[in-house]
């Protein structure tokens, strides 16, 4: 159980594997404020970097759980870095079914909300493991502007204009589902920038450095398309948020 080499080689040099700056996770939790000793759980956690620097700036504890193998050796490696490991542990397995053992304050998904077949599914996992009155974290896609036809729904890496809500309906789902929307952080094209342009440098370098991988042509080809299809697609059409939701 793991994630495919190719998606860990193009996020080989991220910390955050969403289009979510450094300082706009930072804002997410000066904006939320959790006191020292809050429990977190953080699903499909990547390589911990919301825990790990919650952990210092908020003295928060918590959990992560992911399948990749490298992301979470990452996250650990952050975890000591940060002198926080005692704060904090990573497991690795399926997030889908992971159910807290004791009720968490925080309950996260950011940005990896296919664990749950989507948003309600999703909400619905946070849910088994939240508290009363606790804060689940979804970060998740929505259409900045509606797609004008299918040559950019794909470029979105979307397969149908459906796969997407425009933001206020998004938060209208939020609302059909019993939650209240309480905060929220949204990722604007600096950030898109920041997190798919980092991909192209991580692919170019490991291209460089792996000439002759079974990977390689794929990868070569991605790169050659990717930058024109993030500026004339993603970047235009594609949003993304972190919504912070509370149980009505």
Not at 137 to 147: Q, T, V
Not at 209 to 225: I, K, N, S, W, Y
Request: with cysteine; proline share 5%.
């Amino acid at each position: 159980m793991d994630l495919p080499r190719s998606f860990t080689i193009r996020e080989s040099g991220h910390r955050i594997h969403n289009p979510l700056t450094s300082r706009k996770l930072a804002v997410l939790g000066e904006a939320l404020n959790p006191p020292p000793g809050t429990r977190v759980l953080d699903l499909a956690c990547g390589s911990g970097e919301l825990l790990c620097t919650w952990a210092r700036d908020h003295r928060i504890t918590g959990t992560g759980v992911d399948i990749s193998t490298v992301f979470l050796a990452k996250a650990r490696a952050r975890a000591i870095e940060l002198e926080v490991a005692e704060q904090v542990t990573f497991t690795h397995g399926d997030a889908s079914d992971h159910v807290a053992d004791e009720p968490v304050d925080i309950g996260a998904c950011v940005g990896a909300t296919w664990i749950g077949g989507g948003v309600a599914g999703t909400v619905d996992l946070l849910r088994r493991s939240l508290r009363p009155g606790g804060v689940m974290l979804i970060g998740e896609p929505y259409w900045r502007r509606e797609p004008p036809d299918q040559a950019t729904v794909e470029g979105c890496h979307a397969t149908s204009e459906d796969d997407f809500r425009v933001l206020p309906e998004l938060l209208e789902q939020f609302g059909e589902l019993g939650c209240d929307v309480v905060e929220m952080v949204l990722a604007d094209e600096d950030s898109w920038d920041r997190y798919v342009a980092a991909q192209w440098l991580n692919t170019r370098r490991w291209l460089d450095a792996h000439p002759d991988d079974e990977l390689a042509g794929q990868l070569r080809a991605e790169l050659t398309a990717a930058p024109v299809r993030h500026v004339r697609y993603q970047r235009e059409y594609l949003g993304w948020g972190v919504f912070a939701l509370m149980n009505r």
